[in-house]
């Protein structure tokens, strides 16, 4: 499969990056039922990544494909509280990632957070991070091979 990756442009690209939104709450679902599905989820989480990027020089790949966008990730600038060491308290975070079901497995996740990966290198910061739902396997081995390693862990209790 030949694909690229590349800024987004917007606003032609804001109805994909909508689409993977939606797609990426389905997908999760399966995993943990607390996500939403509803018709406005979508529109009102790009509103916040688009905030978050613009105001911590954070920035959006597209993973295209013969003109088609069939994946994305969202890149931004995240500061960590005051008991980590000052060197590293900025870091770079991918927020966002969501490839479509036909272009898994081939290697765009992996393309996406290697764009973001180059984009922390860039502006000098010395780490990035990423989460992931515990259940979902496969993202969690794609992470992994791509070298990340668990930092924290957070637990939870229904009550």
Not at 11 to 32: C, K
Request: charged share 25%.
């Amino acid at each position: 499969m030949n694909f690229r990756i590349r800024d987004i442009k917007l606003p032609s690209d804001e109805t994909v990056a909508l689409s993977f939104i939606e797609g990426s709450q389905h997908f999760e679902r399966v995993f943990e039922p607390d996500r939403r599905v509803d018709s406005t989820v979508a529109a009102e989480h790009y509103a916040v990544l688009m905030a978050q990027v613009a105001k911590g020089g954070g920035c959006v790949f597209i993973a295209d494909q013969d003109g088609r966008a069939i994946g994305w990730a969202v890149f931004v600038v995240g500061k960590s509280p005051l008991f980590v060491i000052e060197e590293q308290r900025a870091f770079g975070h991918i927020a966002e990632l969501f490839v479509e079901e036909p272009a898994r497995g081939l290697g765009v996740g992996r393309a996406l957070i290697a764009a973001c990966e180059d984009e922390a290198r860039g502006i000098g910061l010395g780490h990035v991070m990423i989460g992931v739902l515990t259940a979902n396997r496969r993202a969690a081995d794609i992470y992994a091979r791509s070298g990340y390693a668990p930092y924290t862990a957070e637990l939870r209790k229904y009550l």
